[in-house]
């Protein structure tokens, strides 16, 4: 059971891949965890509240967050990791791929992000942490990403502003910025060829991007921090 002063995390695209890495890991650093997504199955574990909606629609984060609050009281910790990766050549996008982008990576984070603020903002701080990609700041000739780009570039952006516009009230805000990560996102059989994209020669691990998360959970001099965990991407080719 929950005590008032249980911590809380709140974590978008919490169903499979790094989300569902990152509501185990927050169970074990003994957060009460609200997990969503649009497909989430209900929890045997009565520390994790599951919610389903879609995160592009505005409704969802409001009843996300009124749950959570409801259950254990509090929001201290809010992971923005519900994200879509269209890769197509530029004039390829259509209409639907340009919405669904904007949609999820976009708009996903922004009724969340307010909500989450105001209840951080009551209890007297928070954290919350961006799931960006490498791409925004190495585009690469081999993986065709604007729309990543546009949509996790403004999110990057973000990042820096909120943790300026609050630093000095308690919230915290980071990104973490992964290279091509082994999840549910991407098939087996394209793992070779997406391997190659890393200087270290590999593909990365849900692991890597759940410990940088949890790393900069317990980092309280760090906000507005960009941390890329990309196996050298950022670094060059
Ligand atoms: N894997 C990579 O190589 C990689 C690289 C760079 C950045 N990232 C970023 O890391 C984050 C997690 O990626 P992942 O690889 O773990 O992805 P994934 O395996 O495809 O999982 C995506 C998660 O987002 C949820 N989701 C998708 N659309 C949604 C919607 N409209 N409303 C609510 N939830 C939605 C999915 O759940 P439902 O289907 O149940 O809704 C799922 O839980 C994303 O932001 C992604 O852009 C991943």
Do not use: C, W
């Not at 982008?101 to 919350?128: D, K, P, S, Y």
Request: negative net charge; aromatic residues 6%; glycine residues 10%.
């Amino acid at each position: 059971m929950s005590t008032q002063h249980q911590k809380v995390a709140v974590i978008t695209g919490a169903s499979q891949g790094i989300g569902a890495g990152l509501v185990e890991a927050y169970r074990k650093l003994g957060y009460a965890v609200v997990a969503t997504s649009r497909t989430i199955a209900p929890a045997d574990d009565a520390d994790i509240l599951t919610v389903q909606g879609d995160i592009a629609d505005p409704a969802t984060a409001e009843r996300v967050i009124a749950a959570g609050v409801e259950r254990f009281g509090r929001v201290d910790t809010l992971v923005n990791n519900a994200g879509v990766f269209v890769a197509k050549p530029f004039t390829d996008y259509t209409q639907d791929d340009y919405a669904t982008a904007t949609g999820v990576n976009v708009t996903g984070f922004f009724r969340i992000t307010q909500l989450a603020v105001e209840h951080m903002l009551a209890q007297g701080g928070g954290h919350i942490v961006n799931i960006t990609t490498s791409l925004v700041d190495n585009a690469d000739a081999n993986v065709p990403s604007v729309l990543a780009s546009l949509t996790k570039g403004g999110l990057q952006s973000a990042t820096k502003s909120l943790a300026i516009e609050y630093a000095t009230r308690g919230i915290r805000t980071n990104a973490v910025a992964p290279g091509t990560i082994k999840t549910p996102m991407h098939p087996e059989e394209t793992h070779a060829a997406l391997a190659g994209l890393h200087p270290v020669g590999r593909m990365g691990e849900q692991s890597d991007i759940v410990d940088a998360v949890i790393y900069l959970e317990n980092a309280p001099f760090v906000t507005g921090e960009i941390l890329h965990v990309d196996g050298g991407m950022s670094a060059g080719h």
